[in-house]
């Protein structure tokens, strides 16, 4: 079955450092959503595009969150500079209009 | 604002003690009705879609009914491998597939 990749699974950092998660979306698909789940907030919604247009990203804080698509292939999220407060599971999804959204294993992020 | 509500947060079921969870919505232009399960250190994993009040769909012990204002996913004698957090998630019709989620359902099946 072909799947949504996220690396690193794994980060954890220092504060003030930049941060950068990436995602491999499902061949073919044209929608790439980036999420962020914590104990208290859930599953927010931080930005998608869509055939690599940005659609939304007012789920970001956009002083220090930037989401990009370089290529069909790759959509990256960056984080520059740490806090704290970021330390979450961030999980990437991707998708066709229409369509169920197909979720990466995500990173989990600790900044210390 | 559009809400998305599950109950109960957490239900520990004996293996084979048949229950319910509900997802309760408030939004307008319900496009679709989306319900995952996602296991520890996993992302969430498709279940079912549903698109319109009465319809329902089934996938080996679990069936997802919805109505107007809710959707309830239905365990039929529950095995430990059933364990999961279950969200639920709603597409807005104004919103370019954009998902609304719940904050899930923890359920715990024990032998």
């Known amino acids: 079955d072909a799947r949504v990749t996220q690396t690193p699974r794994h980060k954890v950092t220092e504060m003030g450092q930049e941060v950068t998660m990436r995602c491999q979306p499902i061949?073919?698909?044209?929608?790439v959503f980036w999420y962020r789940q914590t104990m208290m907030q859930g599953l927010e919604l931080l930005a998608y595009?869509?055939?690599?247009?940005?659609?939304?990203d007012s789920g970001m804080p956009k002083d220090r969150f930037s989401a990009e698509m370089p290529d069909a292939t790759l959509a990256t999220l960056k984080i520059q500079p740490s806090e704290p407060r970021d330390s979450a599971v961030y999980f990437c999804?991707?998708?066709?209009?229409?369509?169920?959204?197909?979720f990466g294993d995500g990173t989990r992020l600790s900044i210390l | 604002e559009d809400q998305v509500t599950q109950s109960p947060e957490a239900l520990r079921l004996q293996e084979g003690e048949s229950s319910s969870l509900n997802c309760s919505y408030t939004?307008?232009?319900?496009?679709?009705l989306f319900w995952y399960r996602q296991d520890p250190g996993k992302g969430p994993e498709f279940l079912f879609t549903l698109y319109s009040a009465g319809e329902e769909k089934e996938k080996e012990r679990l069936k997802a009914t919805l109505t107007k204002k809710e959707s309830f996913l239905h365990i039929t004698a529950p095995k430990p491998e059933d364990s999961a957090t279950y969200l639920c998630a709603v597409q807005v019709g104004s919103t370019l597939g954009r998902l609304y989620f719940g904050r899930g359902t923890q359920l715990t099946v024990w032998p």
């Open positions: 061949l073919g698909h044209n929608t």
């Open positions: 999804a991707s998708g066709l209009e229409g369509k169920p959204q197909h």
């Open positions: 939004v307008s232009g319900l496009r679709g």
């Open positions: 595009f869509r055939n690599r247009a940005p659609l939304d």
